[in-house]
């Protein structure tokens, strides 16, 4: 009723609404953290927001175990972060959670899934509609199905020079 009544009709920029909503249901939201209006968050005790840190509108953060984002960590629009599974060879498919960490500067593009017992390390960039079932070393690109380096990331700087075509 939170959510559909109070977080989600709120406008855009009304962030620190948001922060103070989710803080209310026991999230770790620190000031200058980002969820959007329409971004869902799934047992909201479970969530740490650093400071800077990003849920996108129509991010699904299914967090049943915790979920924590780093320092200026961008999660995009539609992405799923999941900490739960069921353990298949379970007659009763019991529920199996992990936590998911995203290491401070990392990106999870639009669309990509990341599952139970993840971390994606710092500076790390998971692509569009990539599905991450392990963990990312720190400052490397991935994208695919299953999730593999493409490369490693590196961050451009004043005095590197840009080569336009």
């Known amino acids: 009723m939170v959510w559909l009544f109070l977080y989600r009709p709120s406008p855009a920029f009304c ?5 103070m ?3 209310l249901f026991g999230a770790a939201v620190a000031k200058g953290a980002n969820p ?20 996108a509108n129509d991010v699904d953060c299914y967090c049943v175990a915790p979920v924590k984002l780093g320092i200026h960590v961008t999660v995009s629009q539609y992405a799923f972060l999941c900490t739960a599974t069921h353990d298949y060879e379970d007659p009763d498919f019991s529920l199996v959670t992990k936590p998911i960490v995203i290491g401070d500067y ?5 669309r990509a899934f990341v599952g ?6 710092e500076g790390a960039v998971v692509g569009a509609m990539a599905f991450v079932s392990r963990d990312v ?3 490397t690109v991935v994208s695919g199905n299953p999730a593999t ?3 490693k990331r590196t961050i451009k700087t004043a005095t590197t020079e840009r080569v336009s075509s």
């Open 15 to 19: 962030f620190a609404w948001r922060r």
């Open 21 to 23: 909503l989710l803080r």
């Open 36 to 55: 959007y209006p329409r971004c869902r968050i799934w047992a909201p005790w479970n969530l740490t927001m650093l400071e800077y840190s990003c849920l």
């Open 106 to 110: 990392a990106w999870i593009a639009a």
């Open 116 to 121: 139970p017992g993840v971390t994606v390390g």
């Open 137 to 139: 070393p720190a400052w």
């Open 149 to 151: 380096l493409v490369k």
